[in-house]
């Protein structure tokens, strides 16, 4: 059976089973067989009256050691069906009709029963987390063990996208848009709707997995090829339905109804996971210490600028204070400047050192100083 062949518009869909459920449910073709089956077996029985067997030292008639065969045939053609089961009995291969939940008659070695779980089936490829197999650095064999299966990697594909294309949100500089070779995990779910179908075109459930892995591991191999992990992390959705679309194909005249088919989230290596988180790490570091930066820069800037507005304030108070002394006395702002210079210069307490041109400017400014004081002197006594 060739499950990926190209639908055909006589092809009905899963909706519209390649043959209609009623016309399998039939039982007629079950009972004639069973009634021709003890047909066969009671012309045995009659025939075989006549005869007597000899068993430890008793006589037996063979019709009626056939007639209780029969019977314990009978007995063991019964059979219990669960209602979480689906079950349907074929003879000699050829299937015949579904069974509903309870007892049925199935008479053993001409008849089989064929049970399917009724409820959701999960297969996880390529096996269970626990039962995956990844081979130690150290180890140079290569051999799984029993019971493991190899975890199933996909080399995804070079950037495509242009550092000028702004179409999507991927990075340019982010290291995921490099080739890498990355183990991928899927997982479908599906339930069994038409049992006579799936037997007919699958099987059983395991080579329903077998079918369900290959086509699992096509896809992703051949949509991951072709992009980088960046490109799927940004848009797992459209690779999600991209996935279940083709298994939907795939499994459309299986009898089954796919209710999950998926794949995990892509699983990196430890040493590149490492190295990934070492990035967010690194560019926080690196804007904590440009915050840092920036707060001492400002700090710097508002203590100059409160120095400046100080220094601005103290000017204005004194060129307030000399303005208001000039105009009290009624002398010139000269006489002022000079006087306070002349206090400066006295009034630290220590020794003043001057050349000659030093005392011709203390002339200038004992000079200035009488002439304030008797400026001060003059108002007074006006």
């Not at 009034?347 to 011709?360: A, D, M, Q, R, Y």
């Not at 400017?361 to 008797?374: E, M, V, Y």
Request: proline share 5%; charged share 25%.
């Amino acid at each position: 059976m060739n499950s990926t062949e190209e639908a055909t518009p006589e092809t009905p869909s899963l909706k519209t089973p390649i043959v209609p459920d009623n016309e399998e449910s039939s039982s007629a073709g079950f009972y004639i067989r069973v009634l021709i089956l003890y047909g066969i077996l009671f012309l045995i029985m009659f025939f075989l009256l006549p005869y007597q067997l000899n068993i430890m030292g008793k006589s037996w008639n063979w019709g009626v050691a056939m007639f209780f065969a029969i019977v314990f045939y009978t007995i063991t053609g019964i059979r219990k069906i669960d209602s979480d089961k689906l079950a349907t009995r074929d003879f000699f291969g050829k299937l015949l009709d579904n069974l509903q939940s309870g007892f049925a008659f199935v008479p053993p070695l001409i008849f089989t029963l064929h049970l399917n779980q009724r409820t959701y089936v999960q297969h996880e490829f390529p096996a269970e987390p626990g039962k995956i197999y990844r081979t130690p650095k150290d180890d140079k064999t290569g051999i799984v063990p029993d019971g493991y299966s190899a975890p199933f990697r996909v080399t995804f594909g070079k950037r495509t996208i242009a550092p000028s294309d702004t179409s999507t949100n991927v990075q340019h500089e982010d290291p995921l848009g490099e080739r890498l070779t990355v183990e991928v995990n899927s997982v479908v779910i599906y339930r069994i709707v038409h049992h006579h179908n799936f037997l007919k075109t699958i099987g059983t459930p395991e080579d329903a997995k077998k079918q369900l892995q290959d086509a699992c591991e096509y896809v992703l191999a051949k949509e991951f090829g072709e992009v980088t992990p960046e490109v799927v992390i940004e848009d797992y959705q459209k690779y999600f339905d991209k996935l279940k679309e083709y298994i939907e194909e795939t499994t459309r005249n299986w009898g089954v109804e796919i209710i999950t088919a998926t794949f995990k989230p892509l699983q990196f290596s430890h040493d590149l996971n490492i190295a990934l988180q070492s990035i967010p790490e690194a560019m926080a570091t690196s804007r904590a210490l440009g915050i840092s930066g920036e707060g001492e820069k400002r700090k710097i800037i508002l203590i100059g600028e409160g120095d400046a507005q100080k220094a601005r304030d103290l000017l204005n108070g004194e060129t307030v204070a000399y303005l208001e002394r000039m105009k009290s006395l009624g002398v010139a702002g000269e006489l002022i400047l000079n006087t306070e210079t002349a206090k400066t210069l006295t009034g630290n307490g220590g020794t003043v050192v001057v050349g000659p041109e030093g005392f011709s400017n203390l002339l200038t400014l004992a000079s200035a100083g009488k002439t304030t004081i008797d400026a001060i002197g003059g108002s007074a006594k006006k």
